[in-house]
Nanobody, 123 residues
């Protein structure tokens, strides 16, 4: 059974940092694009960042320069380093994986999803 399990969320003050992790199990994720989405209360789930198997990255404009996505293929784990956090970053963050989407086209139709981890940024 494929599982994506996120961790690392929490409460942080504006300007602070958090590092999210997503551990994948149940299959190998060779050639899968993996990424992060976020969903604030009352809003749609939106794209944050994606990374290819080879390490290519792609970011939403709102987080470029503040967030860094990385992955450890040996551990089937993807990370999201979040710096200079703002109250507007408050959301549930979801990990996703997709075999065929391509780096810049990871979407809500991704094959696999985690259960989400809450990130709250106080002002």
């Amino acid at each position: 059974q494929v599982q994506l399990v996120e961790s690392g969320g929490g409460l942080v003050q504006a300007g602070g940092s958090l590092r999210l992790s997503c551990a994948a199990s149940g299959r190998t994720f060779n050639n899968y694009v993996m990424g992060w989405f976020c969903q604030a209360p009352g809003k749609e789930r939106t794209f944050v960042a994606a990374i290819s198997w080879g390490g290519g990255t792609y970011y939403a404009d709102s987080v470029r320069g503040r967030f860094t996505i990385s992955r450890d293929n040996g551990k089937n784990t993807v990370y999201l380093q979040m710096n200079s956090l703002k109250p507007g970053d408050t959301a549930v963050y979801y990990c996703a994986a997709d075999r065929y989407s391509g780096l810049t086209r990871l979407s809500s139709n991704a094959d696999y999803w985690g259960q989400g981890t809450q990130v709250t940024v106080s002002s």
